[in-house]
């Protein structure tokens, strides 16, 4: 399946489950409009790392690097393997 | 149910809002907002706002002028009283040569983090510009330290200990300031000095974060500007109703005068009828208290402490929404909270998010990856307890100066205490990850009912220990935990 199709899933599934069923946009930030919280990009992080085998330990992380569709599915380009 | 309207979804006032005569009546309305909220600055915080509302393509540039100008002419957070007490005692001049000397302080270390900003921007492989923020905070402890430990005197302890002024002021500024130094795109030096301590937010705590933040909630439009500003002048109406509900508990159940709570009742001393509840130091310094009056007195202090927190935080993210950046609230909704983690996301959301930029998402990135459910905790209790413990007693650094440093740590296990239960609770609370309940039948909102008790109880009984004073044992705030559930030690 395609990344961005993978990853929007993913999301769609971490706002459900929080009872958040309205539609949202690829480029849509969704931890600065107070969707999804810091635990929500935990949960994108660890997903990141047992999907995609990308390791945040030497550059470290940033929660605006899981803060829409797009950014997950950029990231992934420039670091995935 | 809403307290206060959504006006910010009202198609016609948010095109009124974008017309001249509409921005003039928001600012109107925001100044008698901060008249109503006793804000002493209120002339020069409205004239800063209106500029960045009339100049919405110079509102960066505007926001480092005014932290700029809030630097120079309402520094007061430079404690300059403790200052002039360690010149006197050190027989320096305490006149306008110490002024001249903690402004040199301040351009010295702004010029040396404006350079370890700009070799982090550059990205070499070396281990301080990979870890700024812990090569900044591990630099603040042993500053601290020289400053407490050195047997040194005269100008040297002057200027060491104007130096963890400032820097204990700027700490987490700074980091996030580095932190952006790090991204792709940063913000350069002037820009970033907005939002250094900037005009809507007297806090060593960062409300807004920093200027990476700062990028991503700025209104772009007229429209959004529009928005922001109705969102802003609606929270104002929300602080004013916390500032009354927060002066009612002191009338009413501490017994506070009314004249001193209601300025417009008048003069005298006009006790209202009350509960006559003791402060929780008081409390806790009263082992014959009567039980009822013991636990009105913690709950009522936990009330104050969530229309306080709420109150304050929020003022600052009204003030930042005039300016024109659509900042998420400070505190948002803590009753409602389902889980330990939940809540303290809710309660102090800025503070929260420090916690985990800083400390939580470092060890969670680096450390027991192939165990979940330790690496989870690990994380948390590096955010909820080393954080958290770390910012205040960098932020308390007076009681250094004024006990010594082993007194001092010594003096803070009672925080320790309450920032180790808060970590391991937090962790173990995310650990058992339960889900969220959908909106549905009775027995559901029952069950939301009853954990938001549960969470609040919690909470409420570890306010016994969040006390960030020295003066006593961790033994007292046990005994009076013991006092309420009728136990004798």
Known sequence: MDDRLVIREFVQKLLKRKGDGAPFSDSEQLLTRGRLQSIDAVKVLVFLEEKYGIDFAETGFDQSQVESVDCIVAMIQTKGT | ?489
Not at chain 2, 111 to 128: D, E
Not at chain 2, 371 to 391: K, Q
């Open chain 2, 1 to 489: 149910m809403r307290i206060v309207p959504q006006f910010d979804t009202y198609p016609r006032l948010v095109n009124f809002g974008q017309s001249a005569s509409g921005k003039a009546v928001l600012l109107g309305v925001f100044a008698l907002g901060l008249v109503a909220g006793h804000e002493r600055l209120w002339v020069e915080m409205t004239a800063a706002v209106a500029l960045m509302t009339y100049f919405p393509a110079q509102r960066r540039l505007i926001a480092s002028c005014g932290a700029l100008y809030w630097l120079i002419f309402h520094g007061e957070w430079l404690q300059w009283g403790f200052l002039r007490d360690v010149a006197q005692a050190e027989g320096q001049r305490t006149d306008w040569t110490l002024t001249l000397l903690v402004y040199g302080i301040l351009a010295a270390v702004f010029f040396v983090i404006g350079l370890f900003f700009r070799r982090v921007s550059m990205r070499p492989g070396s281990l301080p510009t990979k870890r700024p923020v812990l090569f900044l905070t591990a630099g603040f402890a042993l500053l601290l330290a020289a400053a407490a430990l050195l047997p040194i005197g005269g100008m040297t302890r002057v200027l060491l200990w104007g130096a963890v002024v400032v820097m204990a002021n700027y700490l987490w500024y700074f980091a996030y300031a580095l932190k952006d130094a790090a991204a792709r795109t940063p913000d350069g030096p002037l820009l970033q000095l907005g939002t250094l301590r900037p005009f809507w937010g007297d806090s060593p705590l960062p409300f807004t974060k920093g200027a990476a933040y700062l990028r991503k909630i700025e209104a772009h439009t007229p429209r959004d500007l529009s928005i922001t500003q109705l969102k802003a002048i609606k929270l104002l109406i929300w602080v004013a109703i916390l500032h009354g509900l927060e002066q009612a508990l002191h009338v009413f159940v501490y017994g506070d005068p009314l004249t001193k709570r209601f300025w417009f009742i008048g003069h005298g001393d006009w006790i209202a009828p009350n509960l006559g509840v003791p402060t929780l130091q008081a409390a806790i310094l009263t082992p014959a208290l009567p039980l009822p009056m013991a636990w009105a007195s913690l709950i009522a202090h936990f009330a104050g402490a969530l229309v306080g927190i709420a109150g304050y935080s929020d003022l600052l993210i009204a003030c930042c929404r005039m300016a024109g950046f659509d900042a998420l609230r400070g505190s948002y909704r803590p009753l409602q909270s389902q889980s330990l983690g939940e809540f303290w996301n809710r309660y102090n959301f800025y503070f929260k998010e420090l916690m985990v930029e800083f400390f939580f998402f470092p060890v969670f990135t680096r450390y027991f990856k192939s165990y979940r459910r330790i690496r989870l905790l690990a994380a948390t209790t590096a955010a909820a307890t080393l954080g958290n413990m770390v910012f205040h007693f960098f932020r308390d650094f007076r009681f250094v100066a004024d006990m010594g440093l082993w007194p001092a740590l010594v003096g803070f296990q009672v925080y320790t205490v309450y920032a180790t239960i808060l970590g391991l609770a937090i962790g173990i609370s995310q650990l058992r990850d339960p889900g969220r309940d959908r909106p549905g039948s009775d027995a559901r909102t029952w069950r939301r009912v009853l954990a938001s008790a549960g969470v609040l109880s919690f909470f409420c009984l570890l306010e016994i220990f969040d006390q960030e004073g020295r003066s006593y044992g961790l033994g007292v705030y046990w005994s009076f935990l013991l006092r309420l559930f009728l136990i004798r030690n």
